[in-house]
């Protein structure tokens, strides 16, 4: 028994690891957005400033997401 608890403790950190790595992932690539959508705004392109808001947002949703199950885990 100890055994299987182990490897599905190991399975687990498996999952949480790969999230962490998306989040990361994610934020990186939001402060990207970020920088390259107030260089087109400042440079006089406005129209990027509202799909560039719209793309953050789901990043934002779904690094939401991923933390609420991270903490839904049973660790």
Same mark, same amino acid.
């Given at each position: 028994m100890s055994a299987k608890r182990h490897a599905t403790l190991r399975?687990?950190?498996?999952?949480?690891?790969g999230?962490?790595?998306l989040l990361v992932l994610i934020v990186i690539l939001?402060?990207?957005?970020?920088?390259?959508t107030m260089n087109a705004? &400042? @440079?006089g392109d406005t129209a990027t400033a509202v799909p560039g808001a719209l793309v953050? &947002? @789901?990043?934002l949703l779904l690094?939401?997401?991923l933390v609420i199950y991270?903490?839904?885990l049973p660790l």
């Open positions: 399975q687990q950190m498996t999952i949480v690891n999230i962490v790595v939001q402060l990207w957005l970020l920088i390259a705004f &400042l @440079g953050s &947002l @789901g990043c690094n939401v997401g991270l903490r839904r």
